[in-house]
């Protein structure tokens, strides 16, 4: 965990992102949000205004007794927010997280993605769209496009499962995949 962490802080820096805290989507990067977080904190944050200790963490169901403002946190992201999610597909657990966090008076300044499906929702949108069209820019460190042709080199499975998932990729995908070359 600590060495996917090193990535996400690279890639935020290579982007010149200088938040006040990193926060994971519940309950897939809830983790490596407070890795991250942990490590900004400790290593990077110049900003002052804000608690150093800040771990945010989402909670995967919402509290529906105590304080409204623990309604949906375990530690509630303030200020500039980075969301970090391990896949995207549709985007909309990010989407949902994006509201609690702004419901919380943060500002989500970028969403970075470990890996993006590459999939079309139901509504025709990507998940970089429908992020632009809630005023947040999407980021992804991969993508499945870029991946499943390397998996395929190295340790391909069957003509009839390759042939599958170009099928999906045809059907929800933003752009065909051809893993298996034409005979």
Not at 25 to 41: I, M, N, S, Y
Not at 42 to 54: A, C, T, V
Not at 93 to 116: F, H, M, P, W
Not at 137 to 159: G, N
């Amino acid at each position: 965990m600590r060495h996917v962490a090193e990535y996400v802080l690279a890639f935020a820096l290579d982007q010149q992102l200088k938040p006040d805290c990193f926060y994971g989507v519940p309950e897939g990067a809830t983790k490596l949000g407070l890795f991250v977080q942990d490590r900004w904190a400790n290593d990077y944050l110049i900003k002052e205004k804000l608690d150093r200790d800040q771990l945010p963490m989402g909670r995967g169901k919402s509290k529906e007794h105590g304080d409204p403002k623990d309604r949906y946190f375990l530690g509630t992201p303030r200020g500039d927010v980075v969301m970090v999610e391990d896949v995207t597909t549709t985007g909309d657990s990010l989407l949902t997280e994006i509201q609690k966090v702004r419901s919380a008076d943060a500002n989500v300044v970028v969403a970075i993605g470990l890996t993006n499906r590459m999939e079309r929702r139901d509504d025709g949108k990507s998940v970089v769209e429908a992020l632009q069209a809630e005023g947040v820019p999407y980021f992804f460190m991969s993508s499945a496009l870029e991946l499943l042709p390397r998996v395929y080199q190295r340790s391909p499975p069957s003509d009839r499962v390759a042939r599958e998932v170009e099928k999906e990729f045809g059907q929800y995908g933003l752009e065909k995949l051809a893993l298996v070359k034409a005979a």
